[in-house]
């Protein structure tokens, strides 16, 4: 995580990424790059340090300068392991999943459990009928007049709420009036 951030930092500056441009096209000397970014030298060293500190530019003495070079490789392959599914995944471990879900709930739902309302909003209908949804056992079979029964103590609708259940794949259900059930 912490690379993924020093890397980002380091590219999140204009100036920065200019140099990285002008470095994919040649080598250059702190005072060349000053010069064509219209920056001071220590503005320019400045960011070159950054862009060294996460690996993309190295520097080599010629005569009386240094001139930075860009490490494409280094570029491509910090790039590719930064931003890997795996890497980007484990950026949100800490991130609640449910929060979205919960706050629709809590806006949407009385103390007693009972709808206020069903949402319009297609989000939001769907976090309430994954609410709703948690009231029926996975692979339990449920006659239409059971599901009716469950799903009147959320909202008066109970063929709305049905019908979206299975419409949105939370619930399966076998021809008309037949049973319905939750899959995993």
């Known amino acids: 995580m912490n690379e993924m951030l020093d890397f980002v930092k380091a590219l999140s500056d204009a100036n920065r990424l200019k140099i990285i441009g002008l470095l994919a096209q040649q080598p250059y000397s702190v005072e060349e790059l000053a010069a064509l970014l219209s920056l001071k030298a220590p503005t320019v060293s400045h960011h070159l340090a950054k862009l060294s500190q996460v690996g993309l530019v190295s520097a080599k003495m010629e005569s009386y300068y240094s001139v930075y070079q860009l490490d494409e490789k280094a570029l491509e392959a910090k790039s590719r392991n930064i931003f890997s599914q795996e890497n980007l995944t484990a950026s949100i471990v800490d991130v609640d999943a449910d929060a979205y ?77 037949g049973e319905y059930w939750r899959e995993e």
């Not at 919960?102 to 709808?115: A, I, P």
């Not at 339990?140 to 959320?154: A, D, F, M, Q």
């Open 101 to 177: 879900d919960n706050k629709v709930v809590k806006d949407f739902v009385r103390k007693d459990g009972s709808l206020k309302t069903i949402p319009a909003q297609r989000k939001k209908l769907e976090a309430i009928l994954r609410y709703v949804v948690k009231a029926f056992e996975v692979n339990r079979r449920y006659s239409e007049k059971k599901v009716n029964e469950i799903l009147s103590g959320y909202h008066a609708d109970t063929a709305s709420l049905r019908r979206e259940l299975a419409g949105y794949g939370l619930m399966k259900r076998e021809g008309g009036g």
